[in-house]
């Protein structure tokens, strides 16, 4: 009998979850009581492995409650990367005090883009990361506010170019002499990414603060040294923050 009660209220704990996203309650830390809403959504670069991984960090070892979002196949409700316009859960963002997004050339419901549309208009905060710059194509729009354009619009640029060689050189990421003292560098160091420097050409240095740079490196390996030359000259700008003004407005 109690074998029986202890495997029923287990059934009934693996039903309750949605599998459709990942929740990870935060521990203690400096995030507890604050919500962070992750969504992943891209072809190439993994988000659906790499947000997980993030989302764990964040909640087992600075106390945030964590969701990741995943594009899924409506019909068989695994996580499908390629299908560009299912990204069920983004109710989430309703009281989510930060998003993280990593998706590519997504084009959601007019239902989707609305909590998207609301949590930008109340000026939540927004930490984009690689394809985000072109994280929604299509005709899509909410007011007047297109999505095409959310790269652009929220984030300070979209998608230019690929200023390396595509899965050939990669970016060594160097701390901006102007900003090497900013608050939000403590700890940070020398990177490495196995992935190209994206090209840059709309975001205005003057709106914006750029705290790492983008070196070119000769080839892939983490040794690799920096391409000589104009590549690198300037080098293209990696990682920064600034203002948006949200769709309303």
């Not at 009581?33 to 993994?46: A, C, F, T």
């Not at 087992?60 to 695994?78: A, N, W």
């Not at 390396?164 to 900003?179: C, E, L, N, P, W």
Request: glycine fraction near 10%; proline fraction near 6%.
């Amino acid at each position: 009998m109690h074998t029986f009660c202890f495997s029923l209220l287990l059934t009934l704990s693996l039903k309750a979850e949605d599998p459709k996203w990942l929740t990870f309650k935060g521990q203690s830390g400096p995030g507890s009581g604050k919500k962070i809403v992750l969504i992943s959504g891209d072809e190439e670069y993994r988000s659906e492995e790499t947000c997980p991984m993030l989302a764990k960090i964040l909640s087992q070892r600075h106390g945030f409650d964590c969701t990741v979002l995943f594009s899924i196949d409506p019909e068989k409700g695994f996580i499908d990367p390629n299908n560009q316009q299912s990204l069920p859960g983004l109710e989430a963002l309703e009281s989510a005090d930060l998003m993280i997004i990593g998706t590519r050339f997504r084009q959601l419901s007019d239902a989707d883009y609305a909590h998207l549309a609301r949590y930008l208009n109340r000026g939540g905060p927004v930490i984009g990361f690689r394809t985000a710059t072109h994280a929604f194509r299509g005709s899509g729009q909410s007011g007047a506010f297109k999505w095409s354009q959310f790269g652009l619009k929220i984030l300070g640029e979209t998608w230019i170019s690929h200023h390396g060689r595509h899965k050939g050189q990669g970016t060594r990421a160097i701390v901006s002499d102007v900003h090497a003292d900013h608050p939000v560098l403590n700890g940070v160091g020398e990177i490495f990414g196995p992935t190209d420097v994206y090209g840059i050409r709309n975001l205005n240095p003057e709106q914006a603060t750029i705290v790492l740079l983008g070196g070119v490196t000769e080839s892939l390996e983490e040794q690799s040294p920096l391409v000589m030359g104009d590549k690198n000259d300037p080098m293209m700008p990696l990682a920064w923050f600034r203002t948006y003004s949200s769709p309303d407005q």
